[in-house]
């Protein structure tokens, strides 16, 4: 709220975020709620990315914005210290990253069913692993897109409602959320290492008749390996599969 209320500018940015990263702290340390703490100040841009493509387009237009632009605003940043493989950035998808949300991967199987499968930060990996799993072995297609900022999406689609509500003449606009998952099929599950209210701030915004699922990491922090962590808190691949097969039995 300092910063804030000083106009700073600049990145701030979380080293060992998420309630199961750094895992051998336990409730000193664990965050599992700073994410929604920064949504509370309006001049605060907060992203939780998994690739450094995410990072570098977010921090190429924070620069663009704080010193070309000279706008008073600045950036909380999730990052993590875990080493794994960074892929190339999609086609487009830049634009779509600052807004929040875009396409990482869309399911080439012919199957049946298919599900919309959501994520940030570290725990977006894991629901990568678990629409492997939904394929394999449960003949189940699942669209992956990553989400760098829940905060962002949940503040376009409050703009985009209330811009609805005070201009009723006019043609609606739609959010960012609802433009992409408009010409989707099957449920909408969503993961973050943050507590359920962090990805579950974009429901009123999911098209209407859509199941939604939100996964997090709820409760005090414990000190374990992350794989019991992830577990423990309901938020690892096996227990994005269980949601999005109960979303599918719905």
């Not at 387009?57 to 663009?64: E, F, N, R």
């Not at 086609?91 to 949300?101: E, S, V, W, Y």
């Not at 962002?152 to 409602?161: F, I, K, N, S, T």
Request: glycine share 8%; charged share 25%.
């Amino acid at each position: 709220w300092a910063a804030g209320d000083l106009r700073a500018r600049g990145f701030v940015l979380g080293a060992t975020a998420g309630r199961t990263t750094l895992n051998g702290e336990g409730l000193q340390h664990e965050d599992g709620h700073s994410h929604l703490m920064s949504a509370t100040i309006p001049n605060c841009v907060s992203y939780d990315p998994t690739y450094a493509y995410e990072l570098a387009v977010v921090i190429q237009a924070g620069l663009k914005r704080m010193v070309q632009d000279q706008e008073d605003v600045y950036y909380y940043i999730t990052l993590m210290n875990e080493n794994y493989e960074h892929p190339d950035m999609p086609a487009g998808a830049g634009d779509h990253i600052l807004k929040g949300m875009y396409s990482f991967r869309k399911s080439a199987a012919k199957a049946k069913h298919r599900v919309q499968l959501l994520g940030s930060g570290t725990i977006f990996r894991e629901v990568v692993a678990a629409a492997d799993l939904l394929e394999r072995d449960w003949g189940v297609a699942a669209d992956l897109w990553s989400c760098p900022s829940f905060t962002e999406l949940r503040r376009d689609g409050l703009a985009v409602e209330r811009w609805n509500m005070l201009n009723p003449l006019s043609e609606p606009r739609i959010s960012h959320v609802e433009r992409l998952l408009a010409g989707t099929q099957g449920p909408v599950v969503a993961a973050s290492d943050y507590m359920k209210a962090f990805a579950d701030g974009i429901r009123p915004f999911v098209p209407r008749g859509r199941t939604y699922k939100a996964l997090g990491t709820d409760g005090f922090g414990r000190s374990d390996t992350r794989e019991k962590l992830r577990h423990f808190f309901e938020v690892n691949r096996y227990f994005v599969a269980i949601a999005a097969l109960k979303a599918l039995a719905e």
